[in-house]
């Protein structure tokens, strides 16, 4: 397996541009994460699902910011408009149950 | 405040020494697990323990927990350069799901 594996790896964009995210994860997994990573804040859930449905997205900073996942192997962070303060890592991790969880390599957003 | 905290947040070594952190947490757990990041990579687990265990290994790894003090530690010993990273406690709840929360993380130098 490849991994979990995340697109794009580098993103630039502009203050009030739309930013997609996009997140697979391993095959087989039955949960998955977005989380933001800051030097201010550190590492912060931002949402998970459980075979697909939102369990708890109270970590996701503002309405600017959804996340969707489709179907098992695919889902979406998007932040819209975007604003300099979102600039972080972005990494999406997924697992199988309650135990490890197998993180991306991460995006990481830069909104100027 | 996070659930789980790290001491020190930053740790010197010299390669051959032993590298020892800790993590504080605040409420009960199922387990508690340990992460490695390298620079600008994702999170790597690294061995998880459960609540009615005290003490595991894993090759040079060594993790305790102390429910009683809602703390853990993580021993790496004989360090390398390569053990150069953050190292992150992550604990999930007993009403958490399969949501981790993560603490601020130890970065670890090991010199050569």
């Known amino acids: 397996d490849a991994g979990v594996i995340q697109s794009p790896r580098h993103e630039v964009t502009e203050m009030g541009q739309e930013v997609t995210l996009r997140c697979k994860p391993i095959?087989?997994?039955?949960?998955l994460f977005w989380y933001r990573q800051t030097m201010m804040r550190g590492l912060e859930l931002l949402i998970y699902?459980?075979?697909?449905?939102?369990?708890?997205d109270s970590g996701m900073p503002e309405d600017r910011f959804s996340a969707k996942m489709p179907n098992a192997s695919f889902s979406t962070l998007k932040i819209q408009p975007s604003e300099p303060r979102d600039s972080a890592v972005y990494f999406c991790a997924s697992s199988l149950g309650v135990d490890e969880q197998f993180f991306g390599p991460g995006t990481r957003l830069t909104v100027l | 405040s996070q659930q789980g905290e790290e001491d020190p947040q930053a740790l010197s070594i010299q390669e051959g020494e032993n590298a020892t952190m800790n993590c504080s947490y605040k409420t009960s757990i199922n387990n508690l697990q340990w992460y490695r990041q390298n620079s600008g990579r994702g999170l790597v687990h690294l061995i998880l323990i459960r609540s009615n265990e005290r003490e595991k290994h894993s090759g040079r790894l060594r993790v305790t927990l102390d429910t009683s003090k809602k703390s853990s530690s993580l021993l790496i010993t004989a360090s390398r350069a390569a053990d150069t990273a953050s190292y992150f406690c992550?604990?999930?709840?007993?009403?958490?799901?399969?949501?981790?929360?993560f603490g601020g993380g130890t970065r670890v130098l090991v010199k050569p």
């Open positions: 992550a604990t999930d709840g007993k009403a958490a799901g399969n949501k981790l929360t």
């Open positions: 095959s087989g997994h039955n949960s």
């Open positions: 699902f459980n075979n697909n449905v939102p369990i708890d």
